[in-house]
């Protein structure tokens, strides 16, 4: 299986300020398509998860613009331009190249 | 709209089996795949289990194989996740989502399942 890695696993951010979460994986997730299979969900407390972001850089519908992904291969970075209160919760990465999906350990994010 | 609604908590002794529900409306069922994901009290997401609702195809962690079984009803709508001989440490919420093209674009509400004596 691939093994999914974030950093940091805390993250304590003052509102207004930006927040940035790293996902590495253990193998590249682009595909032949030239799409990178990694996706960014965010489980706010006693919620289900919501999907963020989508082949690495795809907003999700719905979701704020303060939110982007970056990244290639093995290396993804999700940033806050500006958190906000309602972002507070876990954040996780997953790749879907494999249809066995794995997930990174999750980054707590926090108000300062 | 899309949605999902699973069924509700179960409490179930060491050894027994539990089977959950995920109920989906508002597209086309026979289209997509459907996944199931655990999440254990103060642990991350595990991912469990998928199956294509169109042609049956399936999935499994290699963690749960052999105790997980993932099946869906086209008549229903409905895709079910049976886990046999379960542990303490099965308790948890256990999530459905739709598969879309690769991202988990919808989710069910989950359903806490709890194995105690």
């Known amino acids: 299986d691939i093994v999914m890695s974030q950093s940091p696993l805390s993250l304590p951010v003052t509102p207004g300020e930006p927040a940035s979460i790293s996902c590495r994986s253990s193998?590249?997730?682009?595909?032949?398509?030239?799409?990178?299979?990694l996706d960014w969900y965010l489980q706010k407390p006693g919620q289900s998860p919501q999907l963020l972001i989508y082949f690495a850089s795809n907003r999700a519908s719905g979701v704020p613009d303060r939110f982007s992904g970056s990244g290639s291969g093995t290396d993804f970075t999700l940033k806050v331009s500006r958190v906000e209160a309602e972002d507070v919760g876990i954040y996780y990465c997953?790749?879907?190249?494999?249809?066995?999906?794995?997930f990174g350990q999750g980054t707590k994010l926090e108000i300062k | 709209q899309v949605q999902f609604v699973q069924s509700g908590a179960e409490v179930k002794k060491p050894g027994a089996s539990v089977k959950v529900s995920c109920k989906a409306s508002?597209?086309?069922?026979?289209?997509?795949?459907i996944y199931w994901v655990r999440q254990a009290p103060g642990h991350k997401l595990e991912w469990m289990a998928w199956?294509?609702?169109?042609?049956?195809?399936?999935r499994y962690s290699a963690k749960s194989q052999g105790r997980l079984t993932i099946t869906s009803d086209t008549s229903a709508n409905t895709v079910y996740l049976e886990l046999a001989s379960l542990r303490s440490e099965d308790t948890g919420v256990y999530f459905c989502a739709r598969d879309a093209a690769g991202r988990g674009d919808s989710w069910g509400q989950g359903t806490p399942v709890t194995v105690s004596s």
């Open positions: 997953m790749q879907s190249l494999e249809l066995v999906r794995t």
């Open positions: 508002g597209y086309n069922f026979d289209g997509y795949a």
């Open positions: 199956i294509h609702c169109g042609n049956g195809n399936t």
């Open positions: 193998r590249s997730l682009l595909h032949s398509d030239g799409y990178n299979y």
